[in-house]
């Protein structure tokens, strides 16, 4: 199974998303030590009512929890963008 894929199954597992989208970015990094190894550089948003009530750093903790195997064989760097449905909706403009 591909990186994006074993990301997508442990947030999808940990968090039941309504909203999850995951971009390698590992080729921005090439050369770069983390990248040497073989582990990636991974954007994701994710939306999830698992997010309600927590403040960004407890966010993206449970992120990190989620995929904690994965790192660092695998992960590298991870950009995380959490939200709500409620601040998903906000930020869409609808």
């Not at 940990?14 to 970015?25: F, R, T, V």
């Not at 582990?39 to 997010?51: D, E, L, N, W």
Request: no cysteine; hydrophobic share 40%.
């Amino acid at each position: 199974m591909d990186r994006v894929a074993l990301i997508r199954e442990r947030l999808t597992s940990a968090l039941q998303p309504e909203h999850l989208e995951i971009i390698d970015d590992s080729h921005r990094h090439v050369g770069h030590a983390g990248a040497a190894g073989g582990a990636g550089h991974f954007s994701v948003t994710i939306v999830s009512r698992k997010f309600a009530e927590q403040h960004s750093l407890q966010r993206h903790r449970l992120v990190y929890q989620a995929v904690a195997d994965l790192m660092p064989s695998r992960i590298h760097a991870l950009s995380i963008n959490a939200m709500t449905p409620e601040e998903h909706q906000v930020k869409a403009g609808t």
